[in-house]
């Protein structure tokens, strides 16, 4: 079995990574289902801007992959900067531009080049904070909204049990290990004062090696890794469990 970091790369398969108008950037996440893009409120994915049309484009679920293909739009759908005309193929790594917005799409382990972006802790298109969603719900599919409220139990019920008794509850907060000043102190000589991190991706507890000291989640290195129930975590000689209480 490879280390924890690799395995927890490529759930799900396949994402789109999306950089907005404004420069952000969020990841949506494909789960072998047709996907329609476009304007308009009830897309799957909804690209509010003049630029892109009602209905723009559209992802097909084909042989364990997916194809793009132009729904007629106005500014048309480039695919590494060719504007495509029939159904085309989607490899891991292709840039595409549909008006104003760039998409990367991923599928399976990361390509090198997109390795800097630290995947594990862009937000989700679709998030779950602690006060409400973040982006309109009533359009959702089943399936979508049935992840989100997975989602959402893993933000309320997501502990980091301490000394086997002690449970911190985490919601969508940002906590830091190491040395006398972090949320959460460690043993370990000369420890930094943040070795790791644990932050709320809006939609699962990431853990994040921000130290040079190893970190193991269930006796593997990590670098980032989301946290399911259950994972065992060690930094120095400090030992966590991460349990989900629902």
């Not at 949506?28 to 630029?51: P, W």
């Not at 719900?137 to 399936?143: C, D, I, R």
């Not at 507890?205 to 975590?233: K, P, Y």
């Amino acid at each position: 079995m490879g280390a924890v970091e690799s395995v927890r790369l490529v759930e799900p398969m396949q994402m789109l990574i999306v950089q907005t108008v404004d420069g952000q950037q969020r990841v949506f996440e494909l789960y072998g289902e047709d996907v329609t893009i476009g304007r308009e409120r009830g897309r799957d994915l909804q690209l509010a801007h003049a630029s892109v049309s009602r209905a723009h484009a559209q992802l097909n679920w084909s042989n364990g992959g997916y194809v793009i293909n132009d729904l007629e739009s106005n500014n048309g759908v480039y695919v590494n900067g060719t504007r495509i005309t029939t159904d085309h193929k989607l490899i891991s790594g292709d840039l595409i531009r549909l008006g104003h917005f760039e998409l990367i799409y991923i599928e399976g382990e990361v390509p090198r080049r997109f390795q800097k972006l630290n995947i594990h802790n862009l937000p989700r298109w679709h998030t779950v904070g602690t006060d409400v969603f973040d982006d309109a719900t009533a359009q959702l599919s089943t399936k979508a909204m049935k992840r989100l409220l997975e989602a959402r139990i893993h933000l309320e019920g997501g502990v980091l049990v301490v000394d086997d008794s002690d449970e911190i509850e985490l919601e969508d907060g940002v906590w830091t290990f190491g040395r006398s000043g972090a949320d959460i102190l460690i043993k370990m000589l000369f420890a930094s004062d943040r070795e790791a991190t644990i932050t709320w991706n809006g939609r699962n507890h990431v853990l994040n090696r921000t130290g040079r000291r190893t970190v193991t989640v269930n006796g593997q290195s990590i670098h980032a890794c989301t946290l399911e129930d259950g994972d065992e975590i060690q930094i120095g000689r400090s030992r966590f469990s991460y349990a989900v209480r629902k």
